[in-house]
Structures are given as structure tokens and as C-alpha cells.
């Protein structure tokens, strides 16, 4: 039988600001992921994933665009991994959200997300994937997605998968935990909705919608253990770092490159 409640994880970022006119950011989200029945077929459920995030924002300073103190989400995903055959798969997602810092809201507050990926399965330790993902951002609507997932043994896998590859190997076990070591990158970041103070006098008088949008890498290390608790830590480089405005009268900023700090657990 299905387990009605497949994950509940927390994770949190930090990037620190680097000078007067650098972008620090401290990035959390919560998120619990419940699995149903779907078309008869408990082998592939359909997967409800509520979850909030909240993003506290340090900078820029004049001159340059400002940000609010703070931004937050509130968002519902939907996915299903259809199995057509033993060799052909799918990886399906569709969600939407509010995006904001809550002082208003409209129409571009509401965003829709969603991913679309065919898995050929060519043997239990090789697969190829590619497709769309869809992020509805200001500079970015859709990203292509493509790669091959690798398992040589049960110490190793590589995920090399554009936008989000990640390799990782287990160098120990103690008890009933793994511990894992990983190479990752990412195309993270987000979009929002902002009250924003164009002129300088502390009234906000600007609502728009602005991305943030930055290149990861990083290493980490993670643990997971058969009951299904795990977590993970890891350092990294944020890079190629920009804040998008959607008004044609906001020029766009560009953050230095900073180092950054994440972690979470899962259960």
C-alpha cells in the first residue's frame, strides 16, 4: 500500500553580503510531499507537494535598485511518473504559487511552474532523460533539460542532468546510516513581486516583478538512514548573480560572486 506521507523536508541557504552595495541573502522553505492513488496504479501515485518558502534580503543600497527586507512563497505541486513501459517513463510536474512580499498582490504575483521529462530506462544502472522545465520567470520562461543518470555500483551516481546535474558516491557506512559525499550544480533563484522605492524617499511607490537568478556549485556531504531520515550540508559559489526588473525603467544589477553556506533534513 501507498504511504500516505512520502517526505517532509526543510532546507535553508545563506549567501552573505559582501560590501555596502553587495546582495546577502538567507533563503528557507518547508515543503511535505503526500502521495495518493492515481489511475488505478499504486506503482504511480500522483504526488501533492504543499510548501511555503521566506527569503530575507540584505541590500543592494543606493544607487542601486533596492529590495524589500523580506519576500515569501506559498505554492502547490502536482507530479506524476507515468511508467508506459519497463524501458520508457516520464517525470511529470505541474504547480503554481504566490510570490511576493506580501504588501500587494496581482497577476504577476501568481506564478506556474512545471517540468516535462521522458525516461528511456536502458538497464537498472543507466538511464537518459531529457525535456523542458518550465519557471516562469521574468528573464527566463523555459529551460531545455537533458542528461544521463549512471550508477555504476551501489557506491556511485552520476546525475548529469542540465540544469541540475549531481554527483555523489557513499564513502562510508555507520549502523544504519549512509553518508554520502557530492559534486552539484544549479540554476537557482527565484521570481517575486515587490513594492520597491524608485525614488529615493522612502515612499514605495513601484510594484513589479523582479527575478533573482544565479549559477551553483557546490560540495556537500549527506546522510541517510532506513528509516528514512536524512539531511544534508554543503559550501559553494554563487555566480553569474542578477536581479532582473520587469520595468523597462529599472536597470538590472549584478551582485558580486559570493560563497554560500546551505543545509536541511528530511524524514
Known amino acids: 500500500m501507498t504511504k500516505l506521507l512520502q517526505d517532509i523536508h526543510l532546507d535553508h541557504y545563506w549567501i552573505p553580503r559582501s560590501s555596502d552595495t553587495g ?5 528557507s522553505e518547508i515543503a511535505a510531499t503526500f502521495a495518493f492513488p492515481f489511475l488505478y496504479n499504486e506503482q504511480t501515485p500522483l504526488l501533492v507537494t504543499p510548501g511555503f518558502g521566506y527569503q530575507a534580503w540584505d541590500g543592494p543600497r543606493a544607487p542601486h535598485p533596492d ?3 523580506n519576500t515569501y512563497e506559498a505554492f502547490l505541486e502536482l507530479g506524476w511518473n507515468p511508467q508506459a513501459t519497463p524501458w520508457l517513463s516520464g517525470e511529470l510536474a505541474f504547480g503554481a504559487g504566490v510570490f511576493s512580499d506580501f504588501t500587494d498582490i496581482n497577476s504577476d504575483s501568481v506564478r506556474y511552474f512545471g517540468r516535462g521529462l521522458f525516461v528511456l530506462t536502458f538497464s537498472p544502472s543507466f538511464q537518459i532523460k531529457g525535456g523542458v ?3 516562469d520567470r521574468v528573464h527566463i520562461k523555459v529551460l531545455p533539460a537533458a542528461g544521463v543518470v549512471w550508477t555504476p555500483n551501489s557506491d556511485v551516481r552520476f546525475d ?3 540544469p541540475s546535474p549531481k554527483l555523489s558516491w557513499r564513502w562510508t557506512t555507520v549502523g544504519n546510516t549512509e553518508w554520502w559525499s557530492y559534486l552539484r550544480g544549479e540554476y537557482g533563484g527565484g521570481s517575486w513581486t515587490v513594492d520597491r522605492d524608485s525614488d529615493g524617499d522612502g515612499s514605495l511607490d ?6 533573482y537568478n544565479d549559477i551553483r556549485a557546490a560540495i556537500g556531504l549527506e546522510w541517510l538512514t532506513l528509516r528514512g531520515f536524512g ?3 554543503e559550501v559553494g559559489v554563487a555566480f ?3 536581479l532582473v526588473f520587469r520595468s523597462s ?3 538590472n544589477f549584478e551582485p558580486d560572486v559570493m560563497g554560500f553556506l546551505g543545509g536541511g533534513i528530511h524524514f
Open 160 to 162: 548529469i542532468y542540465f
Open 206 to 211: 513601484i510594484f513589479e516583478q523582479v527575478d
Open 67 to 69: 529590495m524589500p527586507p
Open 23 to 27: 546582495l546577502g541573502l538567507n533563503d
Open 133 to 135: 522545465v518550465y519557471l
Open 249 to 251: 525603467g529599472t536597470p
Open 240 to 242: 553569474e548573480r542578477e
Open 231 to 233: 539531511g544534508f550540508f
